[in-house]
């Protein structure tokens, strides 16, 4: 690509500006390509100590008695449903952005867990699972002896 030089003196080549050119049609291009990612749910936090970890998702509206956890080595799989709210006679929506139906989200965390010790918690719509760290992962203080 040549640009006009602001002096008058004619056109000067602006390699620069031709690669970002460049890189801002192929990223153009290849967008276009994915499948738009949907958000991920139930979004969570997770954070570890010296003992586990642990995660909190957000599953408000969803009955705890629809909510599954599993532990595989150092992953969490949550499996749940969201019924949709059913309208009465007349009611249509107006806007509807809450997903409804079957979930699963699965996040690791970087130790593997004792799944034998596991806990979960459900209260205001915050589901809290402690994640214990397996014993063999678990930090060990090495005593060192004088000679």
């Given amino acids: 690509?040549?640009?006009?030089?602001?002096?008058?003196?004619?056109r000067m080549w602006a390699p620069w500006q031709d690669?970002?050119?460049l890189q801002d049609e192929l990223n153009r291009v290849f967008t276009g390509l994915r499948e738009p990612s949907a958000p991920s749910f139930p979004a969570v936090?997770?954070?570890?100590?010296?003992?586990?970890?642990?995660?909190?998702?957000e599953v408000p509206g969803i009955d705890a008695t629809k909510i599954d956890i599993s532990v595989m080595g150092n992953a969490v799989t949550i499996n749940?449903?969201?019924?949709?709210?059913?309208?009465?006679?007349?009611e249509t929506y107006h806007r509807r952005e809450r997903v409804c139906g079957?979930?699963?989200?699965?996040?690791?965390?970087?130790?593997?867990?004792?799944?034998k010790k596991v806990s979960a918690e459900y209260?205001?719509?915050?589901?809290?699972?402690?994640?214990?760290?397996?014993?063999?992962?678990?930090?060990?203080?090495i005593n060192v002896r004088a000679s």
Avoid: C, H, Y
């Fill in 1 to 10: 690509m040549f640009w006009e030089d602001v002096s008058g003196q004619g």
């Fill in 19 to 21: 690669l970002e050119r």
């Fill in 123 to 141: 209260k205001r719509g915050v589901l809290s699972i402690m994640l214990p760290r397996a014993e063999e992962e678990m930090p060990k203080k």
């Fill in 45 to 57: 936090n997770i954070w570890t100590n010296q003992e586990g970890a642990v995660v909190r998702a």
């Fill in 102 to 115: 079957l979930f699963t989200r699965t996040v690791e965390v970087p130790f593997r867990v004792d799944p």
């Fill in 80 to 90: 749940g449903r969201r019924d949709a709210a059913e309208l009465k006679q007349g």
